[in-house]
């Protein structure tokens, strides 16, 4: 069983008081802390059916070995299609994936409803909640009114302001706390992370979002990216041509946390994503209008609704390069 050191203290204290422990849990805290691993901790700890003198799961037992083999017959696991493993049936959102739809959560019933094949417990973890269709929520709403027993639902949630409030006041609140900057960059270390520091610079100190891009291509397409908008001669459709493999989502968060690092350091001198840009974001930093660079990282943040299905993807990274150039070099390209 994998649990994070820096919740570790957290699984034990709730293991600890299991026979109190509530129908549903909204397990919440910053996206890339791991949630997700310790919501999966907690659920195989709750099914083990040998657990060590601390209470946590052994490992070893048929529990255990069905668990992490993605096989146990009182285990659900409901996340978008975009989310689920290889052959998991999770329920179509036909527009994009992104979404639980109301399928699997319709099927809950005829789970929840049934006695337990191992005797103990029935555990279904939901991630992330807030993306629960409108009908999805609902419908678990019912099931959260009326707890059935020897069934504890496990919601992880990155945003819990996303989410119903009524869904909320069913359940019991855990804040996940964040690793401290430490933690995270030895346990970094430990999975052989090539540019760890780097990387939870990228991701504001979240271990697992950092190591999920700690690739050669994610690192070279962003030398990449600042490379094309660094130059004094940056034009915005040879940029976007040269990014046109970038992923949209990698492009915008570059774009976001650039132009943050623009305005702190024009503010305060500092900044806070990009540690290996300073010498490149100073320079810029030095040229733009600071309202304008508001203007545009406001605007930056709202594009991350439809950032996964814009319209025409070239003309989006176009916009956006557009502005870009007008922003660091505005009498160029007037």
Known sequence: MNVLPWHTSELKRLVADKPRLPHALLLRGLEGI????????????????????????????????????????????????????PGEEQGSDKKSGLHIAIEPIRALPD??????????????????????????????????????????????CHRPNSLLPTIKSRCQHIALPAPTHQSALAWLKAQGSAKPELGLAQTGNSPLAALKIDTDEYWKQREGFFRGIAGPNFDPLDVAELLRDTPIPNLLNWLQKWSYDLISLKYLGALRYNPDQQVVLAAAAARIDVL?????????????????????????IERLLIECAELVHPAVVR
């Open 34 to 85: 791991g949630k997700m691993v310790f919501a999966r901790a907690l659920a195989q700890t709750l099914l083990c059916e040998s657990p060590q003198p601390a209470g946590i799961a052994c490992g070893k037992c048929a529990a255990c070995h069905w668990f992490e083999a993605g096989a146990h017959p009182d285990y659900r696991q409901i996340e978008p299609d975009s989310l689920a493993e």
């Open 111 to 156: 789970f929840i409803g049934i006695s337990s094949h191992r005797g103990g417990l029935k555990v279904i973890v939901i991630h992330p909640a807030e993306s629960l269709n409108v009908n999805a929520a609902n419908a678990l709403l019912k099931s959260l009114e009326e707890p059935p027993a020897q069934t504890v639902f496990l919601l992880v």
């Open 292 to 316: 304008a660079a508001m203007r545009f990282h406001r605007d930056v943040v709202r594009l991350q609704r439809i950032v996964n299905h814009p319209l025409n993807a070239r003309l989006f």
